[in-house]
């Protein structure tokens, strides 16, 4: 029997994009999103629940709720029909992983089923202000318009961009709305999270790396988390924000990271990480591994 999770817990997620658009804004031609003010990347939780989402349906074989289903007819089956799959929502809840993990809102006969997901995401923001690349090409098929020749294509891409997710496992939102979610549905998401974003093989997402998983789990009972760990996380590089163009180019810093975790170690359980082999880290401007930055808590390595 799975074990329903007892613990707090924050997840750090980094990413890069090479020559991709990570989350284009369909009501800006498309655009990869990008803050105005600060000219830093921005990918919306959505996108990153998304890539959860299909890696746990199309490579582990889970049942899902929100996902694009369509009938005979060539349209979408909404949600208020997807729950006609189910007797009712307590086997939608036991069924489906997404559920257990985001929560939903439907409404259906009157009634509005409303559950806060016991997993958030806040945006994903890159670590340095990004380069938006316009790129023209042809095709060599011509389209009805042009049947003379082939057409042109036009697409917007980010040449890099370093991008950090934070969020938080909140075992009370599960407690309090009987959401059985299992310390096995939250490894199966760290997974997804790593493995799905290396997944994403298609024309706009190829070019997309897992470079730094951490899961920091709190004690029971301590009801308990530190909060923007995102902020905490700095990159170093010799050249300006807008030349990076590879992790090797960068080093991140998680000397203020490491400062506030071991300020609060006796709340913490265990810290589990998953790390990519060309990424560098700095403590104290110096390189250094993770069992040594962390040194005095528990580290243990993500296994898939």
Not at 146 to 166: A, M
Not at 214 to 225: D, L, P, R, S, W
Request: a negative charge; aromatic letters at 8%.
């Amino acid at each position: 029997m799975p074990e329903i999770v007892k613990n707090r817990s924050e997840i750090l997620f980094l990413y890069d994009v090479k020559d991709a658009n990570p989350n284009g804004d369909p009501i800006d031609e498309n655009k990869p999103r990008i803050d105005e003010e600060t000219g830093v990347n921005i990918v919306t939780d959505t996108r990153l629940k998304r890539t959860i989402r299909d890696y746990l349906n199309d490579h582990k074989g889970l049942e899902i709720f929100i996902r694009e289903i369509r009938k005979e007819d060539g349209s979408l089956v909404t949600k208020e029909e997807r729950l006609n799959d189910f007797e009712n929502e307590s086997e939608m809840i036991e069924k489906c992983i997404d559920t257990r993990l985001f929560g939903t809102t439907t409404a259906v006969q009157n009634k509005t089923i409303t559950l806060t997901g016991p997993v958030q995401f806040k945006f994903g923001r890159s670590l340095h202000k990004v380069d938006l690349t316009y790129i023209k090409g042809t095709t060599v098929m011509p389209s009805k318009e042009e049947k003379k020749q082939g057409t042109f294509t036009e697409r917007y891409i980010l040449p890099y961009s370093l991008i950090v997710f934070y969020g938080v496992v909140n075992e009370n939102a599960a407690r309090t709305q009987n959401i059985p979610l299992t310390t096995e549905d939250i490894e199966l998401m760290l997974e997804a999270i790593w493995h799905g974003t290396k997944n994403l093989i298609s024309g706009s997402k190829f070019g997309q790396m897992p470079r730094l998983l951490i899961q920091v789990i709190y004690k029971e009972n301590e009801n308990f988390h530190i909060g923007e760990l995102d902020k905490l996380i700095k990159i170093k590089s010799e050249k300006p924000d807008e030349a990076l163009r590879d992790i090797e180019d960068v080093k991140i810093d998680i000397t203020e990271f490491t400062t506030t975790l071991k300020k609060h170690a006796d709340k913490i359980q265990k810290i589990r990480y998953k790390i990519d082999e060309r990424v560098t880290i700095l403590k104290d401007d110096t390189p250094t591994i993770l069992q040594k930055a962390f040194e005095g808590i528990l580290l243990e390595e993500l296994n898939f």
